[in-house]
């Protein structure tokens, strides 16, 4: 059973930065699509970015030109870097390998000044 570990999340003020990174227990990012949702308080979980095994991306149209997704194989790893915050932002973002449906945790990210 494959294992997702979201980390990198915490408090940071508008227009700020945060890298969040998933971590496989064994080796599926580099053959599976993976999704980063997000989950704000009262609202349902949204799809934020999407990176396929080949490199190509997509992102919802509210993280557009400030979020970027990306994989290291050799580390199992995928990451969002997040720039240029806003409070909208804060959720907790959750990792998912679509091709066996296995989630991280998720990790909280809080945009407040």
């Known amino acids: 059973q494959v294992q997702l570990v979201e980390s990198g999340g915490g408090l940071v003020q508008p227009g700020g930065s945060l890298r969040l990174s998933c971590t496989a227990s064994?080796?599926?990012?580099?053959?599976?699509?993976m999704d980063w949702y997000r989950q704000a308080p009262g609202k349902e979980r949204e799809l934020v970015a999407t990176?396929?095994?080949?490199?190509?991306?997509n992102y919802v149209d509210s993280v557009k030109g400030r979020f970027t997704i990306s994989i290291n194989n050799a580390k199992d790893t995928v990451y969002l870097q997040m720039n240029s915050l806003k409070p909208e932002d804060t959720a907790v973002y959750y990792c998912?390998?679509?091709?066996?449906?296995?989630w991280g945790k998720g990790t909280l990210v809080t945009v407040s000044s």
């Open positions: 998912n390998a679509r091709l066996i449906n296995a």
């Open positions: 064994r080796n599926i990012i580099s053959i599976s699509v």
């Open positions: 990176i396929a095994s080949g490199g190509s991306t």
